[in-house]
């Protein structure tokens, strides 16, 4: 299949990444990561209405609603904060998909927002997006599409528990942005809306077709359609945080340090002498537990568990992959071949070498090192372009296997 194939999808075709220097431009990465990264939000107006429709357009939008699976619950209406699967729209014995088409956009004509949830597992240009800033940001992402009709509000005022970048694509919307009443807050702390006082807003503006707003996780925000219908990308960021690392090696700590599992003393909660007996026995083992996490051997070991939780994050970059199987079946001297853009690490220990990528390890003899790294660095390449020592038919069994594995994909 090439790249003029009329049945593959839009934006699946080779083109330069969009990645986080392009989200925030004219803003640079050094500067927003360390000007604005957890700690304050940021609007980039830039006038330019096109600019992300390598991503998504309201036609787009058109086309993924047609074809939509009506059935799934990934895809919602929003309406003053109240969240509705299209699965729930329609009763189980009328449920055919016409209706339910019908019903979805029988709600959007009366005010209701469409909602699609995760939306980079079936849009490839979204997919790439998603796969670039995970590279870039050691952290996850996933893409939700708001489509709000005209001087409406889809969700009411909420903080989110992720940070977010928000890139309109059509139409224009009217946000408030507040204090966070709680910094940062974890995945277990959600916004609680009863009984809150929004206060006044920190920032208020409009965000026409190209603009862009980052918020910290933690920003509460409300934001109303204008005079027309809006659709806006909301791409939430999962970081590596160091209190999930920190609580897996505390957890670590309870499963090989007998004391952890065991009771207070009986009757701490009545006795006095006890419960100092249960005080001192808490000072003991909080003190022991920050000198064994604080041990460099676990410092390291802290640091490799949020590296492997940051590519185990991303979604394997296997567009493509069915065809390459078949590829690999005739690999010569002159097929082209390309890596993946896939994240990965290359160790040499010894005799033996390992490519970590996908969530898995490949070993090879050590003595292929520079073969794997011309094939890493490289832009494109064939088996008579590969350096090193390793005759012909050695260079088309590294690369085959590299094929078949998923690192490499051929050239169309």
Not at 62 to 72: E, F, P
Not at 127 to 134: F, I, K, N, P
């Amino acid at each position: 299949m090439n790249a003029s194939n009329p049945m593959r999808p839009r934006g699946a075709e080779s083109r330069p990444p969009f990645g986080l220097a392009a989200l925030v431009d004219p803003i640079g990465v050094e500067e927003f990561t360390d000007g604005y990264w957890e700690r304050r939000h940021l609007v980039v107006t830039r006038n330019r209405p096109d600019y992300f429709d390598t991503l998504l357009t309201l036609s787009d939008m058109d086309h993924l609603l047609a074809t939509s699976k009506v059935r799934s619950t990934d895809l919602r209406t929003v309406s003053n904060g109240v969240e509705t699967p299209v699965t729930d729209l329609v009763s189980a014995d009328a449920g055919n998909m016409a209706t339910a088409v019908e019903a979805l956009y029988d709600r959007y004509r009366k005010g209701a927002t469409i909602n699609m949830l995760f939306l980079q597992e079936q849009w490839p240009p979204l997919t790439r997006l998603c796969q670039t800033l995970a590279v870039e940001l050691s952290a996850s992402f996933h893409v939700n599409v708001y489509l709000t009709p005209t001087a409406s509000q889809g969700l009411g005022a909420h903080y989110d528990t992720h940070d977010v970048f928000v890139a309109q694509v059509h139409g224009s919307k009217h946000w408030r942005l507040y204090e966070p009443p709680l910094r940062l807050p974890l995945p277990s702390q959600p916004h609680l809306t009863g009984g809150t006082e929004l206060g006044e807003p920190i920032a208020e503006f409009d965000l026409h077709p190209g603009d862009l707003l980052y918020m910290p996780r933690g920003t509460v925000h409300q934001a109303v359609s204008n005079d027309r219908a809006s659709l806006h990308l909301t791409i939430g960021v999962q970081p590596v945080l160091w209190a999930d690392l920190v609580c897996r090696e505390v957890e670590r700590m309870v499963r090989v340090d007998e004391r952890f599992r065991e009771s207070l003393p009986v009757g701490f909660a009545v006795d006095d002498e006890r419960r100092r007996a249960a005080e001192r026995l808490a000072a003991e083992l909080l003190a022991d537990l920050g000198t064994a996490v604080a041990a460099p051997a676990r410092v390291e070991a802290v640091l490799a568990a949020g590296h492997r939780q940051a590519l185990l994050g991303r979604k394997p970059d296997l567009w493509g992959h069915l065809l390459d199987l078949e590829v690999a079946r005739e690999v010569d001297a002159d097929t082209k071949l390309v890596r993946r853009m896939v994240p990965a690490e290359l160790t040499v220990d010894g005799d033996r070498a390992e490519l970590e990528f996908h969530g898995k390890r490949l070993r090879f003899p050590a003595h292929v090192e520079a073969q794997l790294r011309h094939v890493m660095e490289s832009d494109g390449f064939t088996a008579r372009d590969l350096p090193g020592p390793l005759d012909d038919g050695g260079r088309l069994v590294l690369l085959g296997k590299l094929l078949k594995e998923g690192f490499l994909t051929a050239m169309r």
